[in-house]
């Protein structure tokens, strides 16, 4: 006997009428892919998620269907994985700045107070 | 949107006593802060290993929860109708691939959650082992299930695992006229012909049961839940889920002239709670260890889609291909 459903085409498939628990027969890992969308032209492309594919070429149709199916988007990047260096967040006092390296920030540089003294010394500069 | 905010125990008692102790106090300062847990953070196994589950579950809920609303879509009334639902349920399958892979990022591969799913290992949300018996049922499930769904996701994505809460912006994203197709489906059969009331007020009677067991037991029955809402796990108790959702869909369903079969249900004004019988949860027990009408109709299905699809897995399997595990 098979399982009788209440939708025909599951009940055409002949299923089985008792659980079958046994494991399923292979197992196909595929690597997987780190996924970027870009949703307008001119804006950064950014990291969304990624994909199970065996190739590139399946890991952007799926990407495509994943990520660019409802949100705007006009570009798609995959990358693989494996292929991303990262470092750890345990190392992340090393993207610390400390006060020595103000010369490379914009509010290291302060001379409003030099223009003005300068302005009321030299009046006739108006 | 399907997750059910009941995550189904472990019978082991978890216990975090073998943890580094400092380690462990950092975590915890961490999560009261408001920060994210990273894949590459330190984390309690318990932490791990009870998110995995969660989280696989909510993915497994999404992929069996297309079944019942997707075999209707050959049998929809009218084409629009076939366009939305198709729509729906292919979010649905993309909500289960975002989760298996945040799940992904605690270590179990996706591949073996999908074996653990079609063995009967991990569980998948309980609503799913009842059937969707006419057009009109797709309709309350389309509503009434993501709408809980939505009020368990909406807090969990203010949860404290970086990956899930992500994949949960995005679902909700995603979700926006999930809710607003089934409240449109259900109010155009509450104001059509007497026949099409009787149709929804019949999937109504039908799936209130299983909705009310949606959110799951009581809090009090749950032997995790004390430190899973303190490792902002879980992010909201089951009985106040249950509470929310009375209080935002029984006023919507009422205005319809529609009736609920439970005649305790009413607003308790001196608490301010919703009173209703208290649910069967010796059924839903049995529902979820595999005697529901429709466990063995889900699980088979599945597994012949999986068998089915396994000649184009291998063929464009490549012997240098290797697992990893996403990033993020």
């Not at chain 2, 915890?28 to 309690?44: F, L």
Request: net charge neutral.
């Amino acid at each position: 006997m098979s399982l009788k459903s209440l939708d025909p085409r599951i009940t055409r498939e002949g299923l089985p009428e008792t659980h079958d628990a046994s494991p399923l027969g292979e197992i196909h890992h595929w690597g997987t892919y780190e996924v970027f969308h870009q949703t307008k032209k001119g804006d950064r492309h950014i990291h969304v998620g990624s994909v199970h594919a065996p190739n590139p070429e399946m890991a952007y149709i799926l990407a495509k269907e994943q990520f660019a199916r409802r949100a705007p988007c006009v570009s798609l990047w995959v990358v693989k994985t494996t292929d991303v260096y990262q470092t750890n967040y345990r190392d992340e006092d090393m993207y610390e700045n400390n006060p020595e390296k103000m010369y490379r920030e914009a509010g290291g540089y302060k001379v409003m107070e030099r223009i003005n003294k300068y302005k009321k010394d030299h009046p006739q500069n108006k | 949107m399907y997750g059910g905010g009941y995550i189904f125990e472990d019978s082991r008692n978890g216990s975090d006593s073998a943890e580094d102790p400092r380690k462990l106090e950092d975590f915890e300062a961490r999560i009261q802060a408001g920060e994210k847990i990273e894949p590459m953070d330190w984390m309690p196994a318990e932490y791990r290993k009870q998110l995995i589950r969660m989280i696989e579950q909510h993915a497994h809920s999404e992929i069996i929860g297309a079944l019942p609303e997707g075999t209707w879509i050959t049998r929809a009334p009218g084409f629009r109708r076939k366009l939305a639902l198709m729509a729906k349920v292919q979010d649905e399958v993309g909500h289960a691939q975002l989760l298996y892979s945040a799940a992904e990022t605690l270590g179990k591969p996706r591949e073996t959650m999908i074996n653990d799913l079609i063995s009967g290992k991990s569980k998948y949300s309980n609503v799913f082992n009842y059937p969707a018996v006419t057009w009109a049922d797709t309709a309350i499930i389309a509503w009434l299930i993501d709408a809980g769904a939505i009020i368990n996701q909406v807090a969990n994505s203010k949860g404290s695992y970086g990956p899930y809460c992500r994949a949960l912006e995005r679902i909700c994203m995603e979700e926006s006229f999930h809710l607003k197709y089934g409240h449109d489906n259900v109010v155009f059969l509450a104001t059509g012909t007497p026949k099409q009331r009787e149709m929804v007020q019949d999937a109504l009677n039908r799936w209130w049961k299983p909705i009310m067991h949606f959110f799951g037991p009581s809090d009090k029955i749950s032997v995790h839940t004390e430190t899973l809402m303190r490792w902002k796990v879980k992010m909201a108790s089951n009985d106040d889920m249950r509470q929310k959702f009375l209080d935002m869909y029984v006023p919507k369903i009422w205005e319809l002239g529609l009736t609920i079969p439970d005649p305790k249900l009413k607003k308790n004004e001196d608490t301010g709670h919703w009173d209703y019988t208290e649910p069967d949860w010796e059924e839903f027990k049995r529902v979820i260890n595999g005697d529901g009408p429709c466990n063995k109709e889900r699980l088979a299905v599945r597994r012949r889609a999986e068998e089915k699809g396994e000649w184009v897995r291998r063929a464009l399997m490549r012997n240098a291909e290797e697992y990893s595990v996403p990033l993020s």
